[in-house]
C-alpha cells in the first residue's frame, strides 16, 4: 500500500472534490457513490490522525 502525504490544504481540497464528485452520481451508480464514500472516510480519518500528532502546547 503507498502512502500519500498531503498539506492541510491538500487534504481539504480533496475533500472537497470528493464531495463535489459524489454529487454528481445519481442512484443508478450506487456502488460509485458507496466507494466514493468510502475514501471520504478515509481522508476523514487521515485528517483526525494528523490532529492527533500535532503537538500541545
Do not use: C, W
Not at 7 to 33: C, I, K, P, W
Amino acid at each position: 500500500m503507498n502512502t500519500v502525504h498531503l498539506t492541510d490544504a491538500e487534504l481539504a481540497l480533496t475533500q472537497n472534490a470528493m464531495h463535489a464528485y459524489l454529487s454528481t452520481f445519481g442512484h443508478d451508480e450506487a456502488d460509485v457513490r458507496a466507494q466514493v464514500r468510502q475514501v471520504i472516510a478515509k481522508l476523514e480519518a487521515a485528517e483526525h490522525d494528523e490532529d492527533e500528532q500535532l503537538p500541545v502546547g
